[in-house]
C-alpha cells in the first residue's frame, strides 16, 4: 500500500481499490493516482473475461434494444470488445469500430481530434470511409467503457454524425465523476449507464477517499 500521496509521482498504484456493482456483478477496481492528489478506479475491461464482456453486453443491450438500432459503434482500444458484445447482445452483426491507429487503409479517413483522463496528449479517432455507407442515415448507438472526462464520446458523436448517422443512444459500463455532462451536453440525455463510480482524493492517513460531488 502507498503511505504517502506524493509516491503517486513514481508508482500510481495505491494499492486500495473500489468496489462497483455492474448490473449486478460485483468487481474491485483498483485505485491508480493519476496525480499525488488526484485518483480514479481503473476498469480494464479487456482483462475481465469474456463471462463479464458476456453480462455487460446483455445488460447494455436490455437497455439500448427499445431505441432499434441499426448498428453499433465503438473507439478502440476498450470500446471495442463492448462494442462486440452488445452487437451480439441485440441479435446484430455488423459493427463499426472508429480506429486510433494510422493504418495504410486509413489514409483518407474521416477523422476527429480528441482526449482522454487515462492517456497522455491529444488523439485521433479515425473513420474508414468504406464504413460510410453502412452510417448514413442509420439509426446507431454508441457504446464505451467509461464516460469520464467527456471527450472521447463527444468526439465519437461528432465522428459518426459527420458520416451521418443518426445517434439514438450512448451505452457505456460506467459513467465516472460528472465532467463529461458539460461536454456531452444535450447527448446527456442520451446516456445509458450500468454502474457509477467516482474520483478519489487522499487523507491525511493516505487512505484514498471518493471526492465530493463525484
Do not use: C
Not at 431505441?67 to 459493427?95: F, K, M, Q, S
Not at 474508414?128 to 458523436?157: E, F, N, T
Request: aromatic residues 4%; hydrophobic residues 45%.
Amino acid at each position: 500500500m502507498t503511505d504517502d500521496p506524493a509516491d503517486a509521482k513514481t508508482d500510481p498504484a495505491t494499492g486500495q481499490s473500489w468496489r462497483v456493482d455492474v448490473a449486478g456483478w460485483s468487481i474491485d477496481l483498483p485505485i491508480v493516482a493519476i496525480k499525488p492528489d488526484f485518483a480514479i478506479s481503473l476498469m480494464m475491461v479487456i482483462d475481465l473475461g469474456v463471462k463479464f464482456g458476456a453480462h455487460v453486453g446483455q445488460a447494455l443491450a436490455a437497455k439500448l434494444k427499445a431505441l432499434e438500432p441499426d448498428i453499433v459503434i465503438g473507439a478502440a482500444t476498450l470500446g471495442i470488445p463492448v462494442a462486440i458484445d452488445v452487437t451480439r447482445a441485440l441479435g446484430l452483426d455488423a459493427y463499426v469500430i472508429l480506429q486510433k491507429s494510422p493504418k495504410l487503409h486509413l489514409a483518407n479517413a474521416l477523422e476527429q481530434r480528441i482526449s482522454s483522463i487515462t492517456s497522455k496528449g491529444e488523439q485521433r479517432l479515425l473513420l474508414d470511409r468504406a464504413a460510410v455507407p453502412l452510417l448514413k442515415g442509420k439509426r446507431v448507438v454508441v457504446v464505451d467503457d467509461v464516460i469520464a472526462s467527456g471527450s472521447s464520446m463527444k468526439g465519437s458523436l461528432d465522428l459518426v454524425r459527420k458520416a451521418g448517422a443518426d445517434v439514438v443512444g450512448i451505452g457505456v459500463i460506467l459513467t465516472e465523476a460528472t465532467e463529461w455532462k458539460p461536454v456531452l451536453g444535450a447527448d446527456e440525455q442520451l446516456v445509458h449507464s450500468l454502474a457509477h463510480i467516482p474520483q478519489f482524493s487522499p487523507d491525511r492517513d493516505g487512505t484514498w477517499k471518493p471526492i465530493a460531488g463525484t
